[in-house]
């Protein structure tokens, strides 16, 4: 099992990322998929996830309407879309596969100005 997130980086506030976690080694189908996030000194805390088979999402009420999760079944990916962005989100993102606490090597969202 791997995962392998992308498309972190620097961005003005009121701006917007897309992550990507790009999986290997299984199928997407049939597990909840998470994305987490973790600033300097705080602990790492859950933003959102899909369950694949079911569609159905999740979010922390601190990215309600702002952050969208999906999935794209043929590449086996999974992405945050993350809009209005605020310098509170800044944060390194992990992509973890519940079952199994499998978890990436995350990507760094900075959000300033």
């Known amino acids: 099992v791997q995962l392998v997130e992308s498309g972190g980086g620097l961005v003005q506030p009121g701006g917007s990322l897309r992550l990507s976690c790009a999986a290997s080694g299984f199928r997407f189908s049939s597990y909840t998929m998470s994305w987490y996030r973790q600033a300097a000194g705080k602990e790492r805390e859950f933003v959102a996830a899909?369950?694949?088979?079911?569609?159905?999402?999740n979010y922390a009420d601190s990215v309600k309407g702002r952050f969208t999760i999906s999935v794209d079944n043929a590449k086996n990916t999974v992405y945050l879309q993350m809009n209005t962005l605020k310098p509170e989100d800044t944060a390194v993102y992990y992509c973890k596969r519940e079952f199994g606490g499998y978890w990436g090597q995350g990507t760094q969202v900075t959000v300033s100005s």
């Open positions: 899909i369950n694949w088979a079911s569609g159905r999402t």
